[in-house]
């Protein structure tokens, strides 16, 4: 099992940023790929970035290319979404996720991934 806790969420006006953390516990961190989602009210679940175990691949979604940058410090057990020049459609709960690194799935399919976080509320404001 891994557990997984993202903080980081919040209320910040159009333009601004904020960076999204989360910190995995359990087993090998670096033996995942993470990823991160959002799901706005009555929307269904989307893929917003995803990086391999070891950092070097990362993903994005073309609505978030240029803006938001993912990493991950296997030292430290966590995993990042930086978030630049943020838009009110960026408002969701974001949930970050993990795959194992063995096999070959689908970074933007939620399907690929076996455990989750809780989610946290990023509010976007005009």
């Known amino acids: 099992q891994v557990q997984l806790v993202e903080s980081g969420g919040g209320l910040v006006q159009a333009g601004g940023s904020l960076r999204l953390s989360c910190a995995a516990s359990g087993r090998t961190f670096s033996s995942y790929h993470m990823g991160w989602f959002r799901q706005a009210p009555g929307k269904e679940r989307e893929f917003v970035a995803g990086i391999s175990w070891s950092g070097i691949n990362t993903y994005y979604a073309d609505s978030v290319k240029g803006r938001f940058t993912i990493s991950r410090d296997n030292a430290k057990n966590t995993a990042y979404l930086q978030m630049n020049n943020l838009k009110p459609d960026d408002t969701a709960n974001y949930y970050c996720?993990?795959?194992?690194?063995?096999?070959?799935?689908?970074?933007?399919?939620?399907?690929?991934?076996?455990?989750w976080g809780q989610g946290t509320q990023v509010t976007v404001s005009l």
């Open positions: 996720a993990a795959r194992p690194s063995s096999g070959h799935s689908s970074a933007s399919n939620f399907n690929s991934y076996d455990f």
